[in-house]
Protein backbone atom coordinates (compact mmCIF):
# COMPACT_ATOMS: atom_id res chain seq x y z
CA UNK A 1 0.00 0.00 0.00
CA UNK A 2 3.16 2.48 0.82
CA UNK A 3 4.58 2.63 -2.63
CA UNK A 4 0.82 2.96 -4.47
CA UNK A 5 0.05 6.12 -2.08
CA UNK A 6 3.91 6.74 -2.60
CA UNK A 7 2.97 6.76 -6.54
CA UNK A 8 0.34 8.98 -5.86
CA UNK A 9 2.12 11.64 -4.07
CA UNK A 10 5.00 11.67 -6.78
CA UNK A 11 1.95 12.15 -9.35
CA UNK A 12 0.19 14.90 -7.49
CA UNK A 13 3.69 16.44 -6.96
CA UNK A 14 4.81 16.48 -11.06
CA UNK A 15 0.98 17.55 -11.68
CA UNK A 16 1.99 20.43 -9.85
CA UNK A 17 4.90 21.13 -11.34
CA UNK A 18 3.92 20.90 -14.11
CA UNK A 19 1.09 22.90 -13.48
CA UNK A 20 3.61 25.46 -11.80
CA UNK A 21 6.71 25.52 -15.19
CA UNK A 22 3.19 26.07 -17.73
CA UNK A 23 2.11 29.16 -15.76
CA UNK A 24 5.93 30.49 -16.13
CA UNK A 25 6.29 29.60 -18.94
CA UNK A 26 3.50 31.50 -20.00
CA UNK A 27 4.59 34.45 -18.71
CA UNK A 28 7.89 34.45 -21.29
CA UNK A 29 7.87 35.49 -24.70
CA UNK A 30 6.45 32.35 -26.90
CA UNK A 31 9.72 31.50 -29.09
CA UNK A 32 11.62 31.19 -25.50
CA UNK A 33 9.17 29.66 -23.65
CA UNK A 34 9.06 26.58 -26.44
CA UNK A 35 12.87 25.94 -26.32
CA UNK A 36 12.47 25.57 -22.69
CA UNK A 37 9.67 23.45 -22.87
CA UNK A 38 11.59 21.32 -25.19
CA UNK A 39 14.29 21.15 -22.91
CA UNK A 40 12.56 20.55 -19.98
CA UNK A 41 10.75 17.40 -21.46
CA UNK A 42 13.96 15.90 -22.85
CA UNK A 43 15.25 16.27 -19.29
CA UNK A 44 12.30 14.44 -17.88
CA UNK A 45 12.33 11.68 -20.81
CA UNK A 46 16.05 11.08 -20.03
CA UNK A 47 15.53 11.07 -16.25
CA UNK A 48 12.35 8.81 -16.71
CA UNK A 49 15.01 6.63 -19.04
CA UNK A 50 17.62 6.30 -16.61
CA UNK A 51 15.77 5.63 -13.90
CA UNK A 52 14.18 2.32 -15.90
CA UNK A 53 17.65 1.70 -16.64
CA UNK A 54 18.48 0.98 -13.28
CA UNK A 55 15.73 -0.88 -12.18
CA UNK A 56 16.21 -3.23 -14.79
CA UNK A 57 19.71 -3.79 -13.62
CA UNK A 58 18.74 -4.06 -10.01
CA UNK A 59 15.85 -6.70 -11.30
CA UNK A 60 19.06 -8.46 -13.41
CA UNK A 61 21.29 -8.38 -10.51
CA UNK A 62 19.10 -10.07 -8.03
CA UNK A 63 18.22 -12.55 -10.21
CA UNK A 64 21.60 -13.48 -11.06
CA UNK A 65 22.09 -13.62 -7.76
CA UNK A 66 19.47 -16.08 -6.97
CA UNK A 67 20.59 -18.56 -9.87
CA UNK A 68 23.81 -18.21 -8.29
CA UNK A 69 22.76 -19.18 -4.78
CA UNK A 70 20.42 -21.76 -6.59
CA UNK A 71 23.32 -23.28 -7.47
CA UNK A 72 25.42 -23.59 -4.70
CA UNK A 73 28.05 -20.41 -5.01
CA UNK A 74 29.15 -19.17 -2.05
CA UNK A 75 29.48 -15.87 -2.06
CA UNK A 76 32.39 -13.42 0.18
CA UNK A 77 35.85 -14.91 0.70
CA UNK A 78 36.62 -18.07 2.48
CA UNK A 79 36.75 -18.90 6.36
CA UNK A 80 40.64 -19.19 7.15
CA UNK A 81 41.17 -21.83 9.27
CA UNK A 82 40.72 -21.42 12.70
CA UNK A 83 43.63 -21.08 15.05
CA UNK A 84 44.71 -24.37 16.91
CA UNK A 85 43.62 -24.08 20.66
CA UNK A 86 39.91 -22.55 19.84
CA UNK A 87 38.19 -26.03 20.87
CA UNK A 88 39.48 -25.39 24.88
CA UNK A 89 38.70 -22.29 24.04
CA UNK A 90 35.19 -22.16 23.31
CA UNK A 91 34.38 -24.67 25.97
CA UNK A 92 35.97 -22.67 28.74
CA UNK A 93 34.10 -19.54 27.61
CA UNK A 94 30.57 -21.78 27.36
CA UNK A 95 31.43 -23.10 30.91
CA UNK A 96 32.10 -19.42 31.71
CA UNK A 97 35.83 -19.56 32.99
CA UNK A 98 36.80 -17.03 30.12
CA UNK A 99 35.57 -14.12 28.78
CA UNK A 100 35.23 -14.26 24.84
CA UNK A 101 37.70 -11.08 24.60
CA UNK A 102 40.28 -12.58 27.03
CA UNK A 103 39.87 -16.10 24.27
CA UNK A 104 39.94 -14.09 21.26
CA UNK A 105 43.01 -12.19 22.73
CA UNK A 106 44.99 -15.11 23.74
CA UNK A 107 44.15 -17.24 20.30
CA UNK A 108 44.86 -13.96 17.99
CA UNK A 109 41.55 -13.70 16.42
CA UNK A 110 38.93 -11.43 16.87
CA UNK A 111 36.52 -11.44 19.65
CA UNK A 112 33.38 -11.20 17.40
CA UNK A 113 35.12 -13.83 15.19
CA UNK A 114 35.49 -16.29 18.43
CA UNK A 115 32.00 -15.63 19.22
CA UNK A 116 30.24 -16.63 16.06
CA UNK A 117 32.56 -19.64 15.96
CA UNK A 118 32.15 -20.38 19.73
CA UNK A 119 28.23 -20.25 19.36
CA UNK A 120 27.62 -22.41 16.39
CA UNK A 121 29.63 -24.79 18.38
CA UNK A 122 27.22 -24.68 20.87
CA UNK A 123 24.15 -23.18 19.70
CA UNK A 124 24.36 -20.53 23.03
CA UNK A 125 22.78 -17.25 22.78
CA UNK A 126 24.74 -15.79 25.50
Given at each position: ???????????????????????????????????????????????????????????????????????G?????A???????????????????????Q????????????????????????
Amino acid sequence: MRSIEKGERTQDGLRQLAQDVVSALSELDPGHSEELLGLLVSEMFRIVAERELHNVRRRRQAEGIAQAKAAGVQFGSARLPLPHGVEPMAQMWHAGGISASQAAKQLGMNRNTFLRRARERYADNR
